[in-house]
Structures are given as C-alpha cells and as structure tokens.
C-alpha cells in the first residue's frame, strides 16, 4: 500500500483475446500450469469474494484508483458475490445506501478492514477503538461476519521510509498479544464480528516465526488468522504448513500469488513492498506461489466453512486491467472447485 516515489504513468496494455478486452496470459505465462485438475473437488466449505484490492485500491481516495461504482459494477461482471469494503471510506459509508448498491447488483459483503498498531500499547487504544467501531459498525449493518485486523506498517504506507524498528521488543510483543485480544473481545462484544488478525508484508507481523509466535501467545478462543497466502509466500511463509500446523486457527483467507522471479530481485534488492507490487510481485494466479489447488483443497479439509477473498496487490495499475484479471482468476478457481 504505497506508492514510494511516483511511478511513471500506466501505459495501456495491447488488447488480447480476452472477451472482456484486456490482455490474455502472455506466452510465457500461457506455458505455466494451467486450471486445476479434472474433475476438481466440491469444496463446499469455500466461499469465494474479492476486494477493492484487487482493482489496485488501496486508498479511501486517490485519483488513480476506479471510482467505487465502476469497481461494484466489474465485481459483479467478473462473477463474484462477496466482497470487503477495503479502506474505510471508498465505498459508501452509509449503511442504507451501501446495501442498496451492493444488493442491486447481487453482491454481499463478507468482512471490514482496519489497520491497527496495538503493539504500542495503551497509548493508542481510544483512538484505535474509534476507528475500529466505524469500520466494525459498518460492517456488521450491511451482513458481514468478520473484521480483518492488519498491524501497522513498520515503513510509511506512501513514502517507503522506515518509521519504527521492524522487529518488536518483548513489552511490544505483550502489548500486541494482549491488545488484539481485547479487541477481538469488544468487537464480538460490541459489534458480533468476529477478528481475524492478517499477516501482510512490512508489519511486524509477517515471518512464519512471527506469525507462529503471536498465535502462541493468543487466545484461540478471541483471535482468529487471515492466512493470505501472498504476503506469507512473500514473507518466506509456507500455507500448507501453517493450516496443517495451526489449522484450528485459520478462520479466514486471502488467495493471493506471487511471482517467484520478481521476488527474487524484489528480495536481492531490499525493495519495500509498495515499490515490489509496481515491479509486479503479486501476480495473477495460476501463475505464481503457492499453488491454490492444494491450499483449498487442506482448508476444506478443516470442515469449517470459510471466506477465502482473491486479492491481487496491483497499485496503480491502468484502469481496464482489474476486470478481465478478476473474471479469468474466478474462472480459474472455480476450476479448482471453489
């Protein structure tokens, strides 16, 4: 979620064969594996959405971002259902009227989102519940179920620069572990949704070592996990481990790929996470890592259900791009069954 430095304006990509007018697959890609396996799976326990994420917004307001009823509209072409609300303030925040767009065009809405940076302990916490409660609120009052908790950036979300240590000290590690608890105890509390606590790329929150260590020192009962299998590929994390390890806490997911190439230099490099996303780190499945089919296929086997939300990090991108991504990527999973 940065746009570190201004990148070059987008430049429209040559139209390809796809019906929707955007590009196909390149060669390169097109010679990658393809739909999953035949006949695939029922994976009933899976139900699948999108974010404004995924239409290369990150922002409540940013020129280069779609306006929020062209994204609504495309969602609903694209052949998705679900979606989040993304950053607070992108889509209508009033209730009544959020549920009149969203419902015309045969769209619900699964989960709020709200950053957080409870490891600075009580200091922030009025000014964290007050956010949380908009978010949360709006949320609850248009049918969601869940609010996605992402811990602050440890660089600025639009500069890149460095503004706090990115490794926690012990305290800070308590303050995280006991502040989202009690959060996630006044939002089931206060607003009936449950949190999910979402590992993303540049948070003290990321590593397959920080993520298993905050999940030991939370309450399962209170705190649920986001797995987003983008940010804990890209973090060096492995999906399948963590489901088959701490599976009971999986109470959400965020289908997402990255490009194993891009990474590599982004990691060489030392590049921040909003510059990567521009080099085109995330990418479009089936083309990068971790392979979905085998990730969908152990969190049905978790025999509960759950929301796995397709997010592609893609700020800015050219705004014809997000549409016919989104419809091939729908395709693609239901081809996996999902």
């Known amino acids: 979620m940065d746009p570190a430095g201004s990148p070059p304006p987008p430049q429209p990509s040559p139209a390809g064969s796809d019906p929707a007018g955007s590009p196909a697959p390149s060669p390169e890609r097109s010679r990658l594996p393809g739909p999953c396996s035949s006949p695939a799976p029922a994976l009933d326990r899976i139900r699948v959405g999108t974010a404004p994420d995924s239409w290369g917004v990150w922002f409540a307001d940013d020129p280069r971002q779609v306006p929020w009823p062209t994204f609504l509209d495309e969602v609903a072409r694209a052949g998705y259902e679900w979606i989040e609300l993304g950053p607070y303030g992108y889509l209508p925040t009033d209730p009544v009227r959020l549920a009149d767009e969203t419902a015309r065009r045969g769209l619900r809405v699964c989960a709020g989102t709200v950053f957080t940076s409870l490891h600075r302990g009580p200091a922030v916490w009025e000014a964290t519940r007050e956010r949380v409660d908009r978010v949360a609120g709006l949320a609850r009052a248009v049918g969601a179920r869940h609010l996605v908790v992402i811990p602050s950036f440890w660089r600025d979300d639009r500069t890149a620069e460095v503004i706090e240590p990115p490794e926690l000290t012990a305290a800070q590690w308590r303050a995280l572990a006991r502040g989202t608890e009690r959060l996630a105890r006044e939002v089931r509390e206060r607003h009936g949704l449950g949190v999910v606590v979402h590992p993303h790329a540049d948070t003290h929150l990321a590593t397959e070592a920080q993520v298993e260590r905050f999940l030991d020192a939370t309450d399962p009962d209170l ?7 983008g940010h804990y590929a890209y973090c060096g994390g492995d999906s399948l481990k963590l489901i088959e390890t701490y599976g009971e806490r999986v109470g959400y997911l965020h289908l ?9 230099g982004v990691v060489a490099d030392g590049v921040p996470f909003g510059p990567a996303v521009r080099r085109g780190v995330m990418c479009e499945p089936p083309y990068g890592v971790p392979a979905l089919e085998p990730v969908l296929a152990a969190a049905q086997g978790l025999g509960v259900d759950l929301f796995a939300v397709v997010e592609q990090d893609m700020y800015p991108c050219p705004p014809d791009r997000p549409l016919p991504i989104a419809a091939r990527t729908r395709r693609f999973l239901r081809s996996c069954g999902a």
């Not at 705190?223 to 299998?229: E, F, H, I, Y």
């Open 223 to 229: 705190v649920a996990l986001c797995l987003d299998t």
């Open 256 to 264: 997402k790929q990255v490009d194993p190439a891009v990474l590599a």
